[in-house]
């Protein structure tokens, strides 16, 4: 088993010439959609239609932005060829943002649109699409956000999306391989701080490996790189785990 992971980018939501955090899990799970999601897939080789999963952990443009024009390709130039429904998952009021931003536009997929298959899950749900499973563990963020656990192949990829810190994130990353989790700053409530950062290194079992993102590359302390089972990531970066 061997989990891969390509970095689309390695952002948080402010320039600082980083491109908008967002990942692709094993070439065909996409966890959040940045608005620069389409363009960096297609240099990875993969088009809307290789998705088997979007994964949206919650409604902010740094983590949605993508989407309208993800369902513009896959609309105009991959309905006909489609041979599986992408599942979509989304957090409280993401669904609702789209709508509103694709109101009127034929290209936006709905819940009734055969190319797709949406999932609303909750805190403790869990759901299976194609070959993944996935369980939810709502994060803490200003507005609702999901915490994926993701089961592909016998392994396990926690992802974050934005969230201040706390045990649920330890929930998120039982057992899991790798843990993604966001760096957003010193904004009590909202984001991790690197502080909280290495308080969480500290408490995951070392089985688990961290991957940073979602952080201000101006703001990185000269010595968190030497943490142990922590890196940093960057954009276009690839990383594998697992035996
Ligand atoms: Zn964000
Ligand atoms: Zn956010």
Same mark, same amino acid.
């Given at each position: 088993?061997?989990?891969?992971?390509?970095?689309?980018?390695? %952002?948080?939501?402010?320039?600082? !010439?980083?491109? $908008?955090?967002?990942?692709?899990?094993?070439?065909?799970?996409?966890?959040?959609?940045?608005?620069?999601?389409?363009?960096?897939?297609?240099?990875?080789?993969?088009?809307?239609?290789?998705?088997?999963?979007?994964?949206?952990?919650?409604?902010?443009?740094?983590?949605?932005?993508?989407?309208?024009?993800?369902?513009?390709?896959?609309?105009?130039?991959?309905?006909?060829?489609?041979?599986?429904?992408?599942?979509?998952?989304?957090?409280?009021?993401?669904?609702?943002?789209?709508?509103?931003?694709?109101?009127?536009?034929?290209?936006?997929?709905?819940?009734?649109?055969?190319?797709? @298959?949406?999932?609303?899950?909750?805190?403790?749900?869990?759901?299976?699409? @194609?070959?993944?499973?996935?369980?939810?563990?709502?994060?803490?963020?200003?507005?609702?956000?999901? %915490?994926?656990?993701?089961?592909?192949?016998? !392994?396990?990829?926690?992802?974050?999306?934005?969230?201040?810190?706390?045990?649920?994130?330890?929930?998120?990353?039982?057992?899991?391989?790798?843990?993604?989790?966001?760096?957003?700053?010193?904004?009590?409530?909202?984001?991790?701080? $690197?502080?909280?950062?290495?308080?969480? @290194?500290?408490?995951?079992?070392?089985?688990?490996?961290?991957?940073?993102?979602?952080?201000?590359?101006?703001?990185?302390?000269?010595?968190?790189?030497?943490?142990?089972?922590?890196?940093?990531?960057?954009?276009?970066?690839?990383?594998?785990?697992?035996?």
């Amino acid at each position: 088993m061997t989990i891969h992971l390509d970095c689309l980018g390695s %952002g948080w939501a402010f320039s600082t !010439g980083s491109y $908008w955090n967002g990942w692709l899990l094993d070439r065909r799970i996409l966890l959040d959609c940045p608005s620069q999601a389409l363009v960096h897939l297609y240099r990875l080789g993969i088009t809307a239609a290789d998705l088997d999963l979007v994964l949206l952990t919650h409604e902010h443009d740094d983590h949605v932005g993508g989407v309208d024009a993800l369902m513009l390709d896959l609309h105009h130039r991959h309905r006909e060829a489609l041979d599986h429904r992408i599942g979509i998952a989304v957090a409280e009021g993401v669904y609702q943002r789209l709508e509103r931003n694709l109101h009127g536009h034929a290209h936006f997929l709905g819940r009734d649109d055969e190319a797709v @298959r949406w999932f609303e899950p909750r805190d403790g749900d869990a759901f299976e699409h @194609r070959d993944a499973s996935v369980e939810v563990v709502a994060m803490r963020h200003s507005v609702p956000d999901n %915490g994926y656990r993701v089961h592909l192949d016998g !392994g396990v990829v926690a992802y974050t999306g934005d969230t201040s810190p706390g045990d649920h994130i330890l929930r998120l990353a039982e057992g899991a391989d790798v843990l993604i989790v966001e760096c957003g700053g010193a904004f009590p409530g909202v984001h991790c701080s $690197w502080a909280d950062l290495r308080e969480l @290194r500290a408490e995951l079992t070392p089985a688990t490996a961290m991957l940073v993102t979602h952080y201000d590359a101006t703001s990185v302390p000269d010595d968190i790189a030497a943490i142990e089972g922590l890196e940093l990531a960057v954009d276009f970066g690839r990383y594998d785990y697992g035996s």
